[in-house]
């Protein structure tokens, strides 16, 4: 059996049940280490799960599943992943693999980015399309997900924005020469992204991420104790002006609040605003928020 297990959000505590279970009886456990990151060790992995883990990088789970998936039709096998396994499409694609080598497989979920942004108060219906934010480049700086966000914002709806996280990356020139260097860990933070979305505003000038009337919610280690959690609320440019360091640590996400928002929304986020009279005139006056 082949098995692809959520592993939650926080630490090693957060894995279901079932999830250890399956840890525990498999022969091989690989780690995805690529799409999320946990906030703990692989040491403490291993130590709480009683089990050694292979770390698998992009190289391994895009090109050499087959190595993951060997001997899985006759053994149990599992992929540790962070949040929920199916929160990136890459998990997609080896079960897909798996499945047409003919190996039974079975997923077990757990709590993602994706259901656990509530934490900041927003209603999850009324959440539109999710999109990506990449670290932009001197020559490149993609704006497609400029689009996703308008779309989102004509149907009034949020947008949860994931950063960038770039892990066992190499440069342009080690690439090139071949050369297996790898790059330090980054991880977008909170002021780099918005800086990027009002780089792309500017650009495309459609007043879909202005600077003052556009509130939004910015989250870091979501699902972490208390003094790790940070949600802060506020305009873009009052997340952009705000102390980087009031953010925490990584990983950071960002959510663009839509103009279909409830005022119970506005009141339960409110206690994290920077500014909380400016965050609730702004959503009476431009979010058209009555109630308040």
């Not at 080896?94 to 209603?123: D, E, F, K, W, Y």
């Amino acid at each position: 059996m082949f098995y692809v297990i959520g592993l939650g959000l926080c630490d090693e505590k957060d894995i279901s049940i079932r999830g250890l279970e399956a840890i525990k009886g498999a022969s091989r456990v690989y780690l995805e280490a690529y799409t999320s990151i946990l906030m703990i060790s692989q040491e403490r992995l291993e130590a709480f799960y009683e089990k050694p883990i292979i770390v698998a990088d992009r190289d391994m789970v895009e090109t050499q599943s087959d190595e993951i998936l060997k001997n899985a039709d006759k053994e149990d096998v599992a992929l540790l992943v962070v949040g929920d396994p199916f929160g990136a499409t890459t998990h997609t694609d080896i079960v897909l693999r798996a499945r047409a080598l003919g190996i039974p497989t079975r997923v077990i979920h757990n709590a993602s980015i994706m259901n656990a942004v509530g934490a900041c108060g927003l209603q999850l219906y009324n959440f539109g399309q999710t999109v990506s934010l990449v670290f932009f480049t001197e020559t490149w700086k993609p704006d497609s997900y400029y689009d996703r966000v308008k779309e989102n914002v004509k149907l009034g709806m949020h947008t949860l924005v994931l950063l960038d996280i770039k892990v066992k990356e190499q440069s342009e020139e080690n690439l090139a020469r071949g050369r297996k260097i790898y790059e330090p860990p980054r991880y977008m933070s909170i002021p780099t992204a918005v800086s990027q979305l009002l780089e792309t505003e500017a650009s495309r000038q459609e007043g879909i991420l202005e600077p003052e009337p556009t509130l939004a919610i910015a989250l870091s280690r979501v699902g972490g104790d208390a003094d790790q959690q940070k949600i802060v609320a506020g305009t873009l440019k009052e997340l952009l002006d705000h102390p980087a360091d009031a953010y925490g640590e990584p990983l950071h996400s960002l959510v663009i609040v839509g103009k279909r928002v409830h005022h119970l929304e506005i009141e339960y986020a409110e206690d994290y605003a920077v500014d909380k009279a400016n965050w609730r005139r702004v959503a009476k006056e431009v979010y058209k928020c009555a109630e308040l």
